[in-house]
């Protein structure tokens, strides 16, 4: 800074009050106009510095009506004799990290925050005839735009000369004439210090008129209100219990008015405004766009130079956040989500994070509850709304989900899975899947965690992750669509947050790493002494032994017990058919092999959560208490049921069938004397004829040849059906 020594300030011969609301330039030049003096004259007397500041400025006089330092403040109020808070009323500085942010140090408005303008001055041109020519200091908010007192839009450029009144300060060496434009005459020689002026005189500016119940007016008194400090909390309802402050409230009301700017069409925009304000907005976003080349998306980041543009679209946002609820005002935004994402109510978390960084808490709520658009399942989870959080999600660090996985059986708890998966939704092949997609789910709780690496907690290998991902991904998509989503959803993070808060007996990590990649759980040796037919199902009783004691689905056991597709129906068909004893002997097995490597935990064991916090869920599975085992295994014993056939009589999922089963092992030696023994042509009998399977798929699972089947199942006085005869 150049300043010259400051002369001592004496108080000016005559008085001229600054009008209420009146800006410090108005001011000035009204006094420098009343004293019949040049406006740099008087500035002297005043003891603000004449000389031109530093490089920042670019070699302009310091912008005064931005703010002032404390001896200025000083000297204005000895000079004129006001209160230095009244002087400094007349600066901007009184809405600073309120309503706009000041850059102190070159005395300027940031602009980009808060619709900061810069420089220049809307009007109201009946004002300043009242007024005989004085500049309210509101006209320079990014967020003022129309006259409440005159019901009519300010007015943004002079007339005359197409430009932004009050930009620079007023010519030094001249007297102001309060009202006419000061900026230099059109097609002048920019920049001589003696150039003529626009001289326009602003009163008779044309002012474009708004009804009385207009809503932009409405938003206009409003917005005054709220930066003028009255409780923003009480005005704004959704804003309750919440200790925000204004500035933020008001970073909201400009995030959701950029929004409304980038994606309304002319007919959302016709909601507030007359046809001719609507085309105008319009003029001004396609002006945008073309001299951009891109999409107004950043139409509202600064403060649209179109007062029009600036009413509508705030007036939109406020209709958003002065809802009386979050819920409401969510059903107010979701024309916004539709249109930013073309139709879809479905949106991504980095859909809402698009709307800009500084969301208020509130506005982030009010964009992730379901009634603005439906967040998809996994940001659901990580973002913990379903239990009616918003938290952002950890980052990064896999700390918590390792943590979790140690509790958990990368095989779904079966209670769980019969209780959240809809009975009609799934084949037995994606049913696995949907199982281990919701494992994954548990691992996402709350957290960023990707879902090849929530697999890779789980146990699988690098090979594999992708594999899960994509099928995954696929059986998620059933569910993203079912209509008790929010209640599964509301489930899975309850059983995450019981796992975080009470783990589980079972160290599940510890389990996959000790027998995660064994081949061997029985000798045949062993296994001969329990079951009837060693040879043919020695592989399904390892598969069994892999499964419980890792909580691993099969499919995932190290070759060659792993579970291929094609062997599925055998092996549950395995598991149906075990004796109460031949399930004791295995799970002996079991507990023996825990013991060898020092482990004392249960067996299995799924959590169970108090009933107080999902009675009120409606859970779309079945009801676990609703069949007695018993049932089964009259039904079984005297009818001879399948599996399948017994889910459609007691009206439930053949899962839970086999999961009554698993649990309550069928005797089937019962009143029955010595069992006959269960061939392998048995079963083919039973896949042919009740399960409706074609020869060549039984050949297929068996390995052996189609005629063979249809030989072995003729012996057993079974009819063969004809190719064209329905199943
Ligand atoms: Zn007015
Ligand atoms: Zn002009």
Redesign the pocket.
């Known amino acids: 800074m150049t300043n010259r020594p400051a002369a001592p300030v004496r108080p000016l011969p005559i008085r001229v009050p600054p009008h209420p609301g009146e800006a410090l330039d108005s001011w000035l030049e009204a006094l420098s106009a009343r004293l019949d003096t040049p406006l740099g004259h008087l500035l002297h007397g005043l003891g603000l510095p004449r000389a031109r500041v530093g490089v920042g400025t670019r070699g302009e006089l310091p912008n005064w009506t931005v703010c002032l330092r404390l001896d200025e403040e000083r000297n204005l109020a000895t000079a004129a004799d006001l209160t230095p808070v009244t002087v400094r009323a007349m600066t901007l500085r009184r809405w600073d990290e309120q309503a706009l942010v000041i850059d102190h140090e070159h005395r300027a408005v940031r602009p980009g925050i808060l619709w900061g303008r810069s420089r220049g001055s809307r009007y109201c041109p009946a004002c300043l005839t009242d007024t005989g020519g004085r500049w309210q200091l509101s006209w320079r908010l990014g967020w003022s735009f129309a006259c409440v007192k005159h019901k009519a839009l300010l007015v943004d450029v002079?007339p005359?000369?197409s430009?932004i009144?009050r930009g620079p300060l007023h010519p030094l060496q001249s007297v102001p004439k309060p009202s006419t434009?000061a900026?230099p005459e059109p097609g002048g020689n920019f920049g001589a210090r003696t150039q003529p002026r626009?001289?326009?005189r602003l009163q008779e500016a044309p002012m474009a008129a708004l009804q009385d119940a207009s809503p932009l007016l409405e938003a206009q008194r409003f917005l005054l209100g709220l930066i003028e400090g009255h409780d923003a909390t009480a005005a704004l309802a959704i804003y309750q219990n919440h200790s925000i402050p204004i500035s933020r409230i008001l970073g909201d009301v400009k995030t959701v008015a950029a929004r409304v700017l980038s994606v309304a069409a002319d007919e959302d925009f016709a909601r507030w405004a007359p046809p001719d304000l609507v085309e105008r907005c319009r003029r001004y976003l396609d002006n945008l766009l073309t001299a951009k080349g891109k999409p107004g998306i950043r139409a509202g980041w600064c403060a649209p130079r179109d007062a029009a543009v600036t009413a509508l679209a705030a007036t939109a946002a406020l209709h958003v956040l002065q809802a009386p609820t979050i819920e409401e005002a969510s059903e107010r935004v979701a024309w916004l989500i539709e249109r930013s994402t073309g139709g879809s109510r479905l949106v991504t978390l980095s859909d809402t994070a698009n709307w800009g960084r500084d969301l208020s808490p509130v506005l982030r709520m009010i964009l992730c509850n379901e009634r603005a658009g439906q967040l998809r399942p996994r940001d659901r989870l990580r973002y913990r709304t379903p239990v009616g959080e918003l938290h952002q999600p950890q980052q990064s660090s896999l700390t918590l989900p390792a943590q979790r996985a140690r509790s958990l059986p990368a095989m779904f708890w079966p209670s769980w899975s019969l209780r959240l998966l809809p009975v009609s939704m799934l084949n037995p092949r994606n049913r696995r899947m949907i199982h281990r997609a919701l494992t994954i789910s548990i691992l996402q709780v709350g957290t960023a965690v990707s879902r090849p690496d929530a697999a890779g907690l789980l146990g699988d290998t690098p090979a594999s992750k992708e594999l899960i991902n994509v099928s995954v991904g696929q059986a998620l998509l059933q569910l993203d669509f079912d209509p008790h989503i929010a209640d599964i959803l509301h489930a899975i993070t309850l059983l995450a947050d019981h796992l975080d808060e009470h783990g589980s007996p079972i160290d599940y990590a510890r389990r996959r790493t000790v027998f995660g990649t064994r081949r061997e759980f029985i000798t045949l040796d062993r296994w001969a002494d329990i079951h009837h037919r060693p040879q043919e199902t020695i592989a399904q009783a390892q598969r069994w032994l892999f499964e419980t004691l890792t909580g691993t689905p099969a499919e995932a056991a190290p070759a060659p017990i792993n579970l291929t597709p094609v062997e599925l129906p055998s092996y549950q068909e395995f598991r149906w058919r075990l004796l109460p004893r031949e399930v004791d002997s295995l799970r002996q097995t079991a507990i023996e092999l825990l013991h060898q490597h020092g482990i004392e935990e249960p067996l299995t064991c799924d959590p169970q959560l108090d009933a107080a916090l999902t009675e009120r869920l409606h859970l779309p599975g079945v009801n676990l208490d609703g069949i007695q085992p018993a049932q089964i295994e009259e039904l079984v014993l005297a009818e001879h049921l399948f599996p399948r056939q017994l889910a459609r009589r007691l009206n439930t999922s053949t899962d839970h069938i086999y999961y009554l089963g698993e649990r309550h092992p069928i005797d089937w030696l019962t009143g029955q004397g010595p069992r006959p023994p269960y061939t392998e042509a048995d079963q083919w009998r039973d896949w042919y004829v009740h399960q409706g399977r074609s020869l060549k798929t039984i050949a297929a699972i068996a390995g052996v040849d189609k005629t063979k089947v249809a030989e072995e199942l003729r012996r057993l006085g079974v009819v063969i059906r004809s190719r064209s005869a329905p199943r």
């Open positions: 002079c005359g000369c430009r009144p434009c900026r626009c001289g326009y």
